[in-house]
């Protein structure tokens, strides 16, 4: 094990690309792959990551955090089974998903930031070109995907570059800054409305935590303020001067593009399915701005999407982890308090989009849970029982 983590780890960079890359429906690959290779590639890194867990698995220990993790995985594909059948693909997510979480408590940790990194930086560069040539093209579809997609790719992928950073010099370098600059802009030319708040959002509260310590439970009682002033009052709250002037400066209809009005049915299946919920893969059918019929298939809104697939059983796992893992995380480390920072800004993204299942959300989870793993062990970073 030493001499692979030491000797071989720019070796296995490909390996873990390979490995990580069909999980981050990016959207060049999913339009150009013929569906079924796609598929036969996410199966064989299902394959593969699962192999790895086995190899590594007298590195993982039993503890709060995996438990509650994959207790909470189950419970999501237990209520997607009942409610519609077993799903392969849904199989394959919720296992890769859960094999990814437990490879980051072990010592692949660094080889798995250091190819998160490298991928994150790629797709930037593959992004960037289409998105300068076409700037004004507020429904194009770039190499990542749709303008709402860069927040949910590369806003968290920009936490990862610096992680890694940190992780391997203890500080950011030039380049570091380049990379999270890039990923910043492109958020911002995409001209999402949740985006640019975001990015707003994170670039502010990274350079606070660079120097200060977060308050972890205001910085939560202000997040979870927001999520019940928009899932509860939403329709009182569109009306403000406030909301008004901020949707004017963004450009946006103060219904987030029909947000409130998906948000309604999804609310209608929370009351009828509220402890189990329905699963993955519901009809959301609503009426948008323009007054016409339409349907979708994600809540947009991070609680509202935990609560449609898993009713509240699957909310008191996950806010019971999320709970318990910030808890235990360190604020006098730079390194926690920037993965304090990610969880937070993931969070405030997931106001109006819908990042439950994206595989970028159970990453920086995952590396959140390893160090509050880790510091009630009382053990330091990196150190690990074996």
């Known amino acids: 094990m030493e001499r692979i ?22 959207y060049a690959l999913r339009n150009f792959i013929d569906p079924k290779a796609y598929q036969a590639w996410q199966i064989f890194a299902m394959l593969l990551s699962g192999a790895l867990v086995v190899y590594s698995a007298r590195e993982i220990l039993v503890d709060l955090y995996s438990g509650l993790f994959v207790v909470f995985q189950l419970e999501l594909l237990l209520a997607t089974t009942l409610r519609w059948g077993l799903s392969f693909g849904i199989v394959t997510m919720v296992l890769s998903m859960t094999f990814l979480f437990l490879l980051l408590q072990t010592s692949f940790y660094e080889q798995m930031l250091r190819a998160l990194a490298v991928l994150i930086v790629v797709l930037v560069l593959l992004n960037l070109p289409g998105l300068l040539l076409r700037p004004d093209s507020g429904d194009e579809l770039y190499f990542i995907g749709g303008k709402n997609s860069f927040g949910i790719v590369l806003i968290p992928g920009a936490f990862l570059i610096l992680l890694h950073a940190l992780e391997r010099s203890g500080k950011p370098r030039r380049s570091t800054y380049v990379w999270l600059a890039l990923c910043l802009l492109t958020v911002l030319l995409g001209a999402s409305g ?39 009052f939403a329709e009182d709250f569109i009306q403000t001067r406030f909301w008004e002037w901020l949707t004017d400066l963004l450009g946006k209809d103060s219904t987030l593009t029909s947000r409130t009005a998906i948000w309604k049915t999804v609310k209608l299946y929370v009351g009828k399915y509220w402890l189990f919920g329905v699963g993955r893969g519901v009809r959301i059918p609503y009426i948008n701005v323009d007054g016409l019929y339409r349907v979708n298939y994600e809540s947009h809104n991070f609680v509202l999407e935990i609560l449609l697939e ?43 989009e819908s990042t439950l299942n994206s595989c970028f959300v159970t990453l920086m989870l995952g590396i959140a849970c390893r160090y509050a793993a880790e510091n009630r062990r009382n053990l330091k970073p990196n150190e690990h029982k074996v």
């Open 310 to 352: 898993g009713g509240f059983l699957a909310l008191l796992l996950y806010g019971s982890l999320l709970f318990y893992t910030v808890k235990h995380l360190n604020m006098n480390d730079l390194k926690q308090r920037m993965v304090f920072v990610a969880l937070c800004v993931l969070l405030v993204n997931g106001l109006t």
């Open 194 to 232: 949740t985006g640019m708040v975001v990015t707003v959002v994170a670039t502010v509260a990274t350079a606070l935590a660079a120097k200060f310590k977060p308050p972890k439970w205001a910085c939560l009682t202000v997040i979870v303020i927001f999520y019940i002033v928009f899932i509860f």
């Open 5 to 26: 983590n030491q000797r071989n780890q720019w070796a296995l960079l490909p390996i873990w690309i390979v490995l990580i890359l069909p999980f981050l429906s990016v």
